[in-house]
């Protein structure tokens, strides 16, 4: 296909953009140290780094990872935490002692968390006291992780401020469930212990591994996508380049709600912003509206990243409408389709549109983004960013003219150099050219602007997170009463869809709604547990006895 999308881009907006094949996320990090040292980095509860203090902090971080856990390069440190000055210490640490970061959602049950470390082959992890009760339980079948590090909440805190949080978190509120895990290392104890001491900062090239960031794919149970320094530099590069002439550098302040280990908030906020200089405002419990709210007021905050279900939760909240937004600038929206009311509240209370995006865990994430010349709604997940090549394709394969509805594919430098030890599943979605398959149906019109239609695989997206109905079945098939069960997707006003099970039970068998929740909340993140349950005597099959998901969803729609 012609590149379309070329007549389209802002004026002065280069086709490619370049990047040495040696620079790697730590280079870029440094390049941002230097020139904004003095500035802040990163804040979470009123407590502030500069970015030289955050380099200080990683260092310390490496020194400990190379000299008393004896990591080598390549080795895998999983991070399990939600928005935490900790992490970014660690992200950078990590890098400097040239491992591999293994992103885990603390929300995972010890099933889950068996799959993914166990896959990763990690060696280290690094976890909130408030889910270590989780690896507790997980242990035990955890395979090659030799090293457990624990940390609290107020563990980058000043003395008297983390003494009243970790207190709180623990004996008031109740947060830090009882754990065990004998041998663990105490994450603020070995730092200070590191603090004097120096390390061997790791050279790195653009092919090492930067991330094993797990996804789903297109179908099936979680991948570790193999992300590596080039893949993540050129889409920070990409993003930038984007972006750039619309962001300030030095001078932005970041809203950054959305968890850091989502490949979104990961590649825009901890990684594309800190280039500019920006100050991440981390929101470590974004449920809490409450509270976020008032974080928030704390700054006159230039920009913030969400996704539908977060704008829209913020927008009917009335104290975030007595907010100033006179510094707000730039919001983009990822992770899920950004729906045309929200789009238009979030503009009416704030006075800035939400600027839309699309990508995968596979391509870094970014890979269209609507231009910034855009100041309202338009339905498009936007153009193709610098050096990428999108077009849509039929089931034979065969490229598609514009308007016309196929599956989407995407060719750039931030696509993943495959999954790990999945060659056949990488063959599936990745051709030898280059050539992605998204698994998402889209048309590309006249202009360059690409629309998703629909799926093509049954992925459901809740709240931004992906859910796979494959998983969700084997989980309630497990259950002794069920005989058959099929998973779909359902429109929802709040989440944008929620799950929905159908189940036949065994002859003779009786069986709740209530009780299969309860049985999944033991195996499945809680947004992977299916909300609606319908019972039926019997599902829609092929000739060849396979259970038809799409006929459940064609009646569902049509009802």
């Known amino acids: 296909m012609e590149k379309i999308w070329l007549k389209s881009y802002p004026k002065g907006m280069p086709e490619t953009v370049n990047v040495s094949p040696d620079v790697s996320v730590i280079d870029v990090f440094k390049q941002s140290v230097k020139r904004y040292a003095k500035s802040p980095a990163v804040s979470n509860f009123g407590v502030e780094l500069t970015y030289a203090e955050l380099d200080r902090r990683s260092d310390h971080f490496a020194a400990f990872c190379q000299d008393e856990l004896k990591l080598q390069k390549g080795d895998r440190l999983a991070i399990m935490m939600p928005n935490l000055i900790q992490y970014l210490v660690a992200l950078y640490g990590a890098f400097k002692a040239g491992l ?3 992103n885990v959602n603390p929300m995972y049950t010890a099933h889950e968390v068996v799959h993914q470390l166990n896959d990763a082959g990690a060696t280290a992890l690094l976890v909130l006291e408030n889910f270590a009760h989780t690896i507790e339980e997980a242990k035990p079948h955890l395979k090659t992780v030799k090293h ?147 974080e928030m007021r704390r700054y006159k905050f230039t920009a913030i990243t969400a996704v539908n279900t977060l704008f829209n939760a913020l927008v009917h909240n009335e104290e975030f409408k007595q907010l100033d937004f006179s510094q707000l600038h730039f919001a983009m929206g990822g992770g899920m389709a950004v ?76 696509v993943m150099k495959g999954y790990w030890n999945m060659p056949e599943e990488t063959k599936k979605v990745l051709s030898e050219d280059g050539w992605l398959r998204t698994g998402d149906v889209a048309k590309i019109d006249e202009k360059g602007f690409a629309y998703i239609v629909d799926r093509k695989k049954d992925m459901v997206v809740v709240s931004g997170f992906n859910v796979y109905p494959n998983e969700v079945e084997a989980v309630i098939a497990e259950h002794p009463k069920v005989q058959e069960v099929a998973v779909i997707g359902v429109p929802h006003p709040v989440t944008s869809e929620a799950v929905k099970a159908f189940v036949v039970l065994k002859p003779h068998q009786k069986l709740t709604s209530n009780e299969l929740i309860s049985f999944c909340r033991h195996h499945l993140t809680p947004y992977k547990v299916p909300k609606i349950y319908e019972f039926r005597t019997e599902l829609p099959k092929s000739n060849v006895g396979k259970i038809l998901r799409r006929a459940l969803r064609e009646e569902t729609t049509s009802a």
């Open 339 to 414: 729906q045309h009311a929200v789009a238009d509240a979030w503009q009416k209370v704030t006075g800035v549109h939400i600027l839309e995006a699309y990508g995968l865990t596979e391509t870094s994430p970014a890979a269209l983004i609507n231009p910034v010349y855009c100041r309202a709604y338009n339905g498009s997940i936007g153009l193709p960013i610098p050096s990428t090549e999108i077009k849509v394709i039929d089931e034979e394969g065969r490229e598609l003219p514009p308007g016309e509805p196929g599956e989407l594919c995407i060719r750039g430098p931030q």
């Open 148 to 294: 457990f590090i624990v940390t609290a909440v107020g563990d980058e805190f000043p003395c008297l401020k983390r003494s009243v949080f970790n207190f709180v978190a623990r004996h008031v509120k109740r947060m830090v469930p009882k754990y065990s895990l004998p041998g663990s290392v105490d994450y603020r104890h070995a730092m200070k212990r590191h603090a004097v001491k120096s390390f061997h900062c790791v050279e790195l090239t653009g092919d090492d591994l930067a991330f094993l960031q797990y996804t789903g794919g297109t179908t099936g149970v979680a991948k570790g996508a193999m992300l590596t320094h080039s893949n993540m530099v050129n889409n920070l590069t990409q993003a930038a380049t984007w972006s750039g002439h619309f962001l300030k550098p030095g001078k932005e302040i970041l809203i950054t709600a959305l968890p850091l280990y989502h490949i979104f908030s990961l590649l825009a906020n901890a990684l594309t912003f800190m280039r500019f200089g920006a100050l991440n405002v981390l929101i470590t419990n974004p449920r809490d509206i409450k509270g976020f709210v008032k």
């Open 100 to 102: 591999v970061v293994v």
